[in-house]
């Protein structure tokens, strides 16, 4: 595959510059350009460290109820057959996704720094949740900055920042959503990078972020790997996850790399193939700088990024980490597309045939599963979906636009 060492491939990855491949880097305001050294420099030695490693694992055993567990869903791979479809169950870690794996980690990283404040930017509201709940645990402050737009359209998740100690910072330029967001945010850590740490919400953003959240999310797949060889006495043949900026897919793809299995990301093709009706990064994408980092971009011809839509909100993003573009080149990981439709066909039929309501976000990576498992009737492959957050907060908007599922052949 194009010559890469998969085996040394964490020792080789990110190079010594924030590279994977052409990918990644820092695009900074030379300002910021020395704190993320600084930062990098600090998280190499912390990292590291048997203290920093031997509480976060206590952290991730008794306060996030890891590891989660591996479950294989056989009833619905018996009503699908003859594909047999495994979830990796990241919707019953603390807090019901995914992102309280970095979060714990970039929280345990700011106290080991000095910080006296979290502050990130949130678009519905996971991130910021998690990010304030990390807050509680460690005693930390913590500033979530969120469009006004969005502080009106996820009322619960405001709620839920407050309750956990947050103070949630409108912005109230531009479209007042998550782009903008970030650029408060970013603008926010300028002004004081000293008591505060900017904990970005997934792999993106200039170096050494994608590389912090790819390695807290690294138990995933490292878990995964060994839940389902115990289970199994095998590797699964696919593994697959949804990618908005990709760090539920790198945590689990992380634990697979060397070994003799497909990996698929899935991306959001929402309501179909025209500019702004999707975030299909890596199908209608190309290369481009968001954020402080090179990657696929969805651009219009002046470089600007495309406006971007989907039924998950988790995956509303116009770029991708640049891991997941180097991945793509080198032919490791095939990135294929679901509809807002598929999706919302994935949540009835796990939340019915399995007593699991996943979230809409996860419902795209299940998609491609039932998909894989419909299209080829006669190969009966193992398919491990990383199930990456749990459903409760999608479940009102489904059923006003949806009902209860009467409209789908399930
Ligand atoms: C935020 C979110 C995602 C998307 O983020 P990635 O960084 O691509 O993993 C996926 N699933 C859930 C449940 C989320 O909350």
Excluded at 16 to 40: C, F, S, V, W
Excluded at 61 to 66: F, L, N, S
Excluded at 288 to 304: C, I, K, P, R
């Amino acid at each position: 595959m194009n010559g890469t060492d998969y085996y040394n491939y964490f020792k080789l990855h990110p190079d010594q510059n924030g590279r994977y491949g052409k990918y990644g880097g820092a695009y900074l305001p030379p300002d910021l350009e020395k704190i993320m050294t600084e930062i990098r420099d600090a998280y190499d030695t912390i990292s590291r460290s048997a203290k920093f490693i031997s509480e976060l694992r206590s952290i991730r055993k008794h306060y996030q109820g890891r590891p989660t567990p591996m479950y294989h869903a056989e009833r619905l791979s018996q009503k699908l057959g003859p594909a047999q479809i495994y979830l990796k169950r990241e919707d019953l870690n603390h807090t019901g996704a995914h992102k309280l794996n970095h979060c714990m980690g970039e929280g345990l990283l700011a106290v080991y720094l000095g910080k006296k404040k979290l502050i990130a930017e949130t678009g519905a509201g996971q991130h910021g949740v998690a990010l304030a709940t990390a807050a509680a645990y460690f005693g930390l402050e913590c500033d979530i900055h969120m469009g006004e737009v969005d502080i009106v359209k996820q009322a619960p998740n405001v709620a839920r920042m407050k309750l956990l100690g947050a103070k949630v910072i409108p912005v109230s330029f531009g479209l007042k959503t998550l782009k903008e967001a970030v650029d408060s945010c970013f603008q926010a850590y300028m002004e004081d990078p000293i008591s505060q740490l900017y904990c970005i919400g997934s792999v993106v953003g200039p170096h050494p972020f994608p590389m912090m959240v790819r390695d807290f999310q690294r138990i995933v797949g490292i878990e995964a790997r060994e839940q389902f060889y115990d289970m199994t006495g095998d590797l699964p043949d696919i593994v697959t996850a949804c990618v908005g900026g990709g760090s539920n897919a790198m945590g689990i793809f992380c634990g697979f790399l060397a070994d003799p299995c497909e990996i698929h990301g899935v991306e959001p093709l929402g309501k179909g193939t025209k500019v702004g009706e999707h975030a299909a990064t890596m199908t209608y994408g190309k290369e481009g700088v968001l954020h402080g980092f090179n990657s696929y971009l969805l651009q219009d011809e002046t470089g600007e990024a495309s406006p971007v839509y989907s039924i998950a909100s988790g995956l509303d993003y116009p770029a991708i980490g640049p891991e997941h573009a180097f991945l793509r080149d080198s032919g490791r990981v095939q990135y294929v597309a679901v509809t807002d439709r598929e999706a919302v066909e994935a949540f009835f039929m796990l939340s019915r045939v399995e007593g699991i309501i996943p979230a809409l976000e996860s419902c795209h990576a299940l998609a491609h599963a039932i998909r894989l498992s419909r299209n080829s009737p006669t190969h009966s492959r193992s398919i491990l979906v990383n199930l990456s957050g749990r459903g409760d907060k999608d479940m009102d908007y489904v059923i006003e636009q949806y009902g209860f599922g009467q409209d789908f052949q399930l």
